[in-house]
């Protein structure tokens, strides 16, 4: 099939992972009556994760638990180092769409004010934040040897990325029988190919897909990372988009949506996962679950770290992993020293 400016197979294997979201998202009201205020604390942790990952996937440093940390006590006018700027940016911009998603649209002037929220806080990018870019960003690989060697040649600046950005935009917002999940999956494709910004674009590539799912009325995505699904296998994310990409122009597509896809059909397991987890949850000690919180977030912690970072004593720490275990709550793994915990599923 035609999908933009590229080819797509509209296989039965994509078939059945649109049709398995799509039955997701029409049982979602009743599951968002059914949950209420439940669904508060799992978009908090959401919104973690996701600044945590996309951040992360661009080289921050920052941990899930440093960047809650982080976020709870933010100032700023203390973000001393480039980590930060880049954390307390994501944020921004992140709220603002899931705040106000009905009424940004995917349109030049926008995506433009998002790029210009997302990179407010860092000086080194004052001269290019808002703006389209200025010079080539070709995406480098750096050899062993210290010599770089060109991976992906992106569009070149000024009048071409002007007219591509124009071009996807307004194929975007042009009523098609293309399904609402294949059109996110191709815009967020095409602009990760154009690269349209200075820098900037992994993460604004990732604001524009809950953007775009949350206007296409996939509200659920608010509540799960889809970035945390990214970070975990970016690998996998690099190798489809390399391939798709060196075969442009007018490209085949079909693995890059595929990816999309399996990626989206992922987290939406993973939160009704966390709808049960949140269940038992009802029926746990607040220390409990500040501990099955910490573990959800940090998969193989140990419980040396887990009192550290809680700020409980140790020997309080062990007593409640053992009753969590028992009761089939997390699961615990390794012996001596290299014991850990992660959540039971």
């Known amino acids: ?68 940390r982080f976020l ?41 004010g998002l790029h210009k929220i997302l990179m407010q806080y860092s000086r080194k990018d004052e001269w290019h934040r808002g703006n389209y870019k200025q010079h080539s960003n070709a995406v480098e690989a750096k050899l062993p040897d210290g010599s770089r060697q060109i991976i992906f040649e992106t569009t070149p600046p000024g009048h071409p990325t002007e007219d591509k950005m124009n071009e996807i935009i307004k194929w975007y917002n042009t009523p098609t029988e293309v399904h609402p999940l294949v059109k996110t999956a191709v815009l967020v494709y095409e602009f990760l190919t154009i690269h349209p910004f ?4 992994g993460r604004m590539s990732r604001l524009l897909t809950t953007l775009s799912l949350l206007q296409q009325g996939y509200d659920w995505v608010q509540y799960v990372s889809f970035e945390h699904q990214i970070e975990s296998t970016k690998k996998d994310y690099y190798q ?23 990626s989206l059909l992922t987290i ?13 949850q009802s029926k746990m000690s607040p220390r409990e679950k500040t501990v099955y919180e910490f573990i959800s977030s940090n998969a193989g912690a140990q419980s040396g770290q887990i009192a550290e970072e809680l700020e409980i004593p140790s020997p309080t720490i062990k007593r409640i992993l053992s009753t969590m275990v028992d009761r089939s709550i997390i699961e615990k793994h390794g012996q001596g020293r290299a014991t850990n915990y992660t959540i039971k599923l």
């Not at 009201?29 to 990952?53: D, Y």
């Not at 390399?242 to 399996?262: G, K, L, S, V």
Request: net charge positive; with cysteine.
């Open 1 to 68: 099939m035609k999908l933009y400016n590229f080819k797509g197979k509209l296989d039965w294997n994509l078939v059945n992972l649109i049709s398995e979201i799509d039955r997701f998202d029409a049982s979602w009201a009743i599951i968002r009556r059914r949950e209420g205020a439940s669904l508060t604390q799992l978009r908090t942790m959401a919104t973690i994760q996701s600044v945590g990952a996309s951040t992360r996937i661009e080289g921050s440093k920052m941990s899930d638990s440093e960047v809650k």
């Open 268 to 280: 939406k397991r993973k939160i009704q996962s966390k709808i049960e987890r949140t269940n038992i």
């Open 198 to 201: 200075q820098d900037g674009n």
């Open 240 to 262: 489809v988009l390399r391939h798709c990409q060196a075969q442009r122009p007018n490209e085949d597509i079909t693995q890059w949506i595929q990816y999309f896809m399996n």
């Open 72 to 112: 709870s006590a933010l100032d700023i006018n203390k973000l001393e180092n480039r980590d930060k700027q880049e954390v307390a940016g994501y944020y921004a911009a992140l709220e603002i769409i899931i705040e106000n998603s009905d009424s940004i649209q995917i349109e030049r002037k926008d995506i433009l």
